[in-house]
DNA sequence: CTGAAAGCGCTTACAG
DNA sequence: CTGAAAGCGCTTACAG
């Protein structure tokens, strides 16, 4: 059983007293070291392996060097390919800026500063990043701690908050422009979810390029809310419209699971893409590449967003700044094989 | 700005000692309060939302209510389907016994002490459960600080460790059991990675099957290995077993990928599935229900493993055992439509 | 340039 | 049944 050295071993070790080894490691500003001391300091520090107690630290310092991300709990958030991503980037960029990562769930309903998630109520992160939904008192409760934040696609859409997405209403615009250009005039648009921030735009976005290209819009044929954003939605949704008498020649989906049902039904239909339709997608989860074609979609940089939503909260945290932005990352539209000219 | 209450104030409004709050608010055994006491404190708590700090109590308990979760650094280990359900079922059940869950990452490579994981290190956690990968030493290293250990997919396979993994010998053994009995003989295994014990065991799963069932393995016609575990692998592996003279009548798959990229593969061939040929995977991810035709496959319970990590650390947290034991989970078959009667 | 000392907010023997 | 006090391992004014 090996017990962790604490500072006094080190400061015994190198001949100094304890707060002499605290400025050395810390490299406290404001502290003038002689170099000797400094290398005498390091020597012992190494030689025992010394690695300060997060903890004690805290306590003293009143940091913790913990940020926390918080979902809201939703039965497929995380194994959600998206923010799986999105996840990876933040733990990545937390861990080089030297913060550690906590994950945690929070309930939907949000009552009272009780039910504030617990690492906050136990004081235990110096930052939280919630990602998706976000419960606009909660973040006040959170803030009026001294405990900044920062949201990753944020929902409701305060603008009272610190806040990151990519760009969805030009994405969903490139992927309509695309078609467009490719001479499609009848595109539809599979939707769901259509409170959500980031749905909205996309619709926003298609709705945008469809007009600027004078294209009028039949909302009740043009845009069809699947319910869901999963594939089986997609797929009936899609059986639905390619069964009317003037179709549609293309089909853009705000998001991949849509677009990989709507494959599907195509091929049910008889009809093949993308010859005879045209389909769009959003996201590039991993599965758009594997689609029968592979589906033309739009894509964010995922990983991205999560390491971008660290740095805005580490550059709070260390300058206690309190003005609240919103920022947009730019998309590219993926082209792939399940678009094609108009028929 | 509010500031934390601290276990003064709640003291000074409940009229008793700090020592008396705590005694309350931890239940601390041994300790006798009386209930009269017992209601002011918890009053008084209650009315300042006083919530002790994590820091604080860690400090002095020498216990810090957080598991870390490590994985090793790889491309795509979270956005892998597979953990991040893993990963999902770990949140929720640390939540549920009162611990906070840390992520982080630690390199391939271990050299000294110097290289632990940073929460270990500064002495962070409580416990750490490795995903996938493991270094011995590091384990030792970790568990001579009195800090358990417990690694999901153990790899390599040393069995001085806690390890809990899926059945994967009976998933593979299950699969081939099912196609046996569908009357196939000429079985082909495509593979990768085959150091991997989780592969491992799903390729002697299936040699025991053969075996069992009476049908001799040609191991150069019979096992492939296709380099690694995804789609376009799957697909070009699938592509040059299937132009050979004697085809395979069925394929069994270590995972979902690779069955998907047979899926393609039969359909570029001009073959059907199941009608041609049948093909299985394995895990279950949510792709697997989506191709066309969907994918027998075997599944695990992925929350059920992070969930039970996490339950086994508490125990051996909490007692201080260490006997060293390997579980492994139970798997299932989900008979789908890419098989069939053999042709 | 360096050290002695207070204090961070708790827990936990130890007394009574 | 309850309280006074030491101590967890650090940081940080404050002296010198």
Redesign the pocket.
């Known amino acids: 059983m090996v017990?962790?050295?604490?500072?006094?071993?080190?400061?015994r070790r190198a001949?100094?007293?304890?707060?002499?080894?605290?400025?050395?490691?810390?490299n406290?500003p404001?502290?003038?070291?002689?170099?000797?001391?400094?290398k005498k300091v390091m020597k012992a520090a190494k030689a025992l392996n010394?690695?300060?107690?997060a903890?004690?630290?805290?306590?003293?310092?009143?940091?913790t060097g913990n940020i926390a991300i918080v979902f809201y709990r939703s039965p497929d958030l995380i194994s959600n390919q998206y923010y799986s991503f999105v996840l990876e980037g933040a733990i990545r960029e937390a861990a080089r800026r030297g913060y550690n990562l906590f994950f945690s769930y929070v309930d939907a309903e949000y009552g009272a500063a009780e039910e504030l998630p617990k690492v906050v109520r136990e004081?235990n992160t110096d930052g939280v990043i919630f990602v998706k939904q976000v419960h606009p008192q909660m973040v006040r409760d959170i803030e009026s701690r001294a405990i900044p934040v920062v949201v990753i696609d944020h929902f409701p859409r305060t603008s009272d908050v610190n806040a990151i997405e990519i760009d969805n209403f030009r994405g969903a615009e490139m992927a309509a422009e695309h078609l467009i250009a490719l001479g499609h005039r009848r595109i539809a648009c599979l939707f769901a979810c259509g409170d959500r921030p980031s749905i909205q735009g996309r619709l926003d976005g298609y709705r945008h390029a469809m007009e600027l290209a004078g294209i009028p819009l039949h909302d009740r044929d043009s845009l069809v809310d699947c319910g869901d954003l999963g594939f089986e939605a997609g797929l009936e949704s899609a059986l639905h419209l390619l069964s009317r008498k003037r179709r549609p020649t293309a089909i853009l989906c705000v998001n991949d699971e849509l677009a990989a049902g709507v494959l599907r039904a195509a091929h049910g239909a008889g009809l093949s893409v993308p010859s005879d339709l045209s389909v769009t997608g959003f996201d590039n989860i991993t599965m758009s590449r594997f689609t029968d074609p592979p589906i033309t979609t739009v894509s964010g940089d995922k990983e991205e967003l999560g390491a971008h939503a660290i740095r805005r909260l580490v550059e709070i945290i260390a300058r206690k700044s309190a003005d609240k932005i919103q920022e947009v990352l730019p998309v590219s539209l993926i082209v792939r094989n399940s678009t094609a000219v108009a028929p």
């Open positions: 017990k962790k050295p604490t500072i006094k071993d080190v400061a001949g100094v007293s304890i707060a002499t080894v605290s400025f050395v490691l810390n406290s404001g502290q003038v070291i002689s170099e000797p001391v400094k010394y690695h300060p107690s903890i004690a630290a805290g306590l003293a310092s009143r940091r004081g």
